[in-house]
């Protein structure tokens, strides 16, 4: 099992700057990935921003060249560099992992850092 423990949420005004913390402990030396998500009220949970032990980033459209997701070669922990953030990124952030114990691919959460962003 992995946990994962999130930090660094809260409120910011419209074109500031927000970084996000997540700190993996358990059994960390099974996880390839590590990212986030994250969901505003009434929508579905979506993608952010995921990076690989080896370094390889994905990022959603809506973030790319205003987030920065960092965290290669540690399977201690991930962060996410927010900036010019905009009303439209409001919502609870999540950390995830992923990672494979055996045969069996493992998913894994965090509880959520809420992210307000002021007009």
């Known amino acids: 099992q992995v946990h994962l423990l999130e930090s660094g949420g809260g409120l910011v005004q419209a074109g500031g700057s927000l970084r996000l913390s997540c700190a993996a402990s358990g059994s960390i030396w099974s996880i390839n990935t590590m990212g986030w998500y994250r969901q505003a009220p009434g929508k579905q949970r979506e993608l952010v921003a995921t990076i690989t032990y080896g370094g390889s980033t994905n990022y959603a459209d809506s973030v790319k060249d205003r987030f920065i997701i960092s965290g290669e070669n540690s399977k201690n922990g991930v962060w996410l560099r927010m900036n010019s953030l905009k009303p439209e990124d409001a919502a609870v952030y999540y950390c995830?992992?992923?990672?494979?114990?055996?045969?069996?691919?493992?998913?894994?959460w965090g509880q959520g850092t809420q992210v307000t962003v002021s007009s």
């Open positions: 995830y992992a992923d990672g494979v114990i055996g045969t069996q691919k493992m998913y894994y």
